[in-house]
Each structure stands twice: as C-alpha cells, then as structure tokens.
C-alpha cells in the first residue's frame, strides 16, 4: 500500500487539532496591562465599572487598577499602592494587639471579580492569566497573620460547578451563594475552637436557614448601562420562627466573635444598596455558630473606617474586649493597593 504523505501545512494543523486547536491564553502581563488599562478608561459621570467583553458582566474601576499591578507583593509599594505603603506591618501590629487581649486574627480578602472570571473580561483569558495570592499570603503567615485563601476556594468551587455563580454579574460583589460559601470557610477555620459550644449554649437561641428565593436587583455597576435586573436565588439565615427565620442584628456586643470590615460583610445583609436582608456573610456564620456575634462595619473602607468604628464602640463600652476571642476582617482584596491609608488604630483609647 502507498503511503499517504502529508504536506507540512497538514502536519500543523493536525497537530493544532490534536492539541485542542485553542490559543494560548492571555499571559498574566498582558492581563495585567489589560486590566489597567480598563481601570484607567474613560468613564461617564455615575460610572464606577466598565463592561468586560461578556457585555452581562460589570467589572470595577477600581478592582481592575490593582489586577493591573500583577504580583502588586513584588513590587516597590511606593509605585503600586495608593498608601505608597507595605500594608503588611500594619496588619501585624493590629494583630499583635489583638493577641495581647486574647483575640485572634482572621484577615479574608474577597478577589476582584475578574480574578474568579477572568474569562467574562477578556475571552482570551482565564485563571492562569492572574497570578496566586497564595505567593503574599505566605509573606503575611510568616508574620503570624492568620489568612482565609479566598482565590483557592473560589476557583475550587466554580470548577466544580460552573453554573453556580460566585459573583454578580452587574454588582461589584460576591453572589448570595457566594457569600454563604465565605460564611462557611470561615466557620471551617474556627469551628474546633472550645468556646463556641459555650457560647452556643449560653444564647440559646435556634438557628438556622429559610427556604431559597429569588430576588431580582440593579447592581451598583448599572448605572450608565443598558442592563436589566438581574435574579439571583437567596437563603436567609438567622433565628428559627414559627414563619421560617428572623434576622438576628449583629449587635450582641458581648459576643466572643467580632467582624469588622467593609461592605463584602454587609451585602444581602442590610437591604438597600446592600441588595438584601438575612442573607449575607454575617448572617450565615451566626446560623452556622448558633450565636449573635459583634459587627462593626462600613460601607467604604473597610481598612481604618471600620477599624475607627471598633474604636470607638470600645470606647464608649469599657468592658467591650471581655471575653472576646476571635476577630474576623472581612475586605475587598483590592485595598492591598487601592486604600489611601493604612493607619495604626489601637483596640481602645490610651
């Protein structure tokens, strides 16, 4: 039999086809560029996003100013971060005052949407074109800083799911589901601890979740686009009712557990702006103690503001670190450059 010869241009695009036929994707530096330059666009008055390449998908200005840093933890922090400053060292004093009081840290920071989907901003990219946090988180470890790897866990989760949204598509935040899932990796971290059965015991409160519903939302990212609502399928959680569950307030100011941060913690929580009510981070991780905790949070820095607002409740309650045990701190990931300070705020007045 005649052998069948290929021509050289045949051999390739056989190869091409063996391989998948796909083009590599975006490098991280050209992601990076890519980002920086959106964060730096144009934009109309009232508008803090831009539309990613998937037109359903909204990205903040902001978000993409500190992808387009890259592996921002390399980098003369004089240049990258509008604090001109390492935020490390403020981070592990608030730590260190924290452990003087028996309290532990837990720092979460929540990605930039376009991190998790990469792909809905540019097509051509996907999680390989964003560098590992995992790389600054363990230069924070190494200085004792407790960190929740929120990059891992959300890609873990969408690769396993990728219907299962983590992110609203035209809101600057992390889905209802989304939150839940940060409400959860939260409570894996601390729920060997020996004081939460205490603790659970001495509120006595049940808790627990609702059934889901669907609400229907304009993101803070939607103004200037021509966007419908989107739907997103909530779980309430708080204290079991005869009517399903009521919000608990995060107010129990004697609680073992405190979280302070910006509006990651408040989103489908607060209702409003916020989306929602009974459905975000807070709310989740109390059904999932069993018990009230401490919240002090702000809708803009979640960075000195929130720290101020700590401040000043110690203040004005003397007794208020009593007890405490654990600190949650709750902030877009973003802050690492984008914050305009990074202050050394003491737990209580000198």
């Not at 005649?2 to 992601?31: D, K």
């Not at 809905?120 to 004792?144: C, H, I, M, T, W």
């Not at 009974?278 to 401490?294: C, E, M, R, W, Y």
């Amino acid at each position: 039999m005649t052998p069948i010869r290929f021509p050289v241009l045949a051999i390739l695009l056989l190869t091409l086809v063996s391989c998948g036929g796909e083009e590599a994707a975006l490098a991280p530096g050209a992601f990076a560029d890519e980002s920086a330059k959106a964060g730096s666009s144009e934009r109309a008055d009232g508008q803090i996003g831009i539309q990613g390449e998937d037109p359903e998908w909204l990205f903040l200005f902001s978000e993409l100013i500190h992808l387009g840093h890259g592996e921002f933890w390399s980098k003369d922090w004089t240049e990258v971060a509008a604090a001109a400053t390492d935020p490390a060292p403020v981070i592990a004093a608030y730590k260190d005052a924290l452990a003087g009081k028996g309290v532990e840290l837990l720092i979460v920071p929540v990605p930039p949407k376009a991190a998790i989907y990469p792909e809905k901003f540019r097509a051509s990219a996907n999680e390989s074109s964003v560098p590992d946090r995992a790389a600054y988180y363990a230069k924070l470890q190494e200085q004792g800083i407790d960190v929740l790897d929120l990059q891992a866990l959300f890609l873990e989760k969408k690769a396993a799911d990728p219907a299962q949204l983590l992110y609203c598509r035209q809101d600057s935040h992390p889905s209802a589901f989304g939150c839940q899932l940060i409400a959860e990796a939260i409570y894996e971290k601390v729920k060997d601890a020996d004081w939460i059965a205490g603790e659970k015991a001495a509120d006595g409160r049940e808790f627990g979740t609702g059934e889901p519903e669907t609400i229907s939302f304009m993101g803070d990212l939607a103004e200037g686009f021509s966007v419908g609502e989107e739907k997103m399928e909530i779980i309430a959680a708080g204290e079991k009712t005869a009517d399903g569950v009521t919000q608990v307030d995060p107010d129990n100011t004697t609680s073992p557990v405190i979280i302070v941060g910006d509006s990651h913690s408040l989103v489908f929580s607060i209702g409003s702006d916020m989306l929602a009510k009974s459905a975000g981070v807070t709310d989740h991780l109390q059904a999932l103690l069993g018990f009230g905790v401490f919240q002090q949070s702000n809708k803009g820095s979640g960075i000195d503001s929130a720290r101020m607002n700590l401040l000043r409740a110690a203040v004005k309650e003397k007794t208020l670190w009593e007890g405490k045990k654990l600190l949650v701190w709750i902030f877009g990931e973003r802050e690492f450059t984008q914050a305009t300070k990074w202050r050394e705020i003491p737990l209580e007045a000198p």
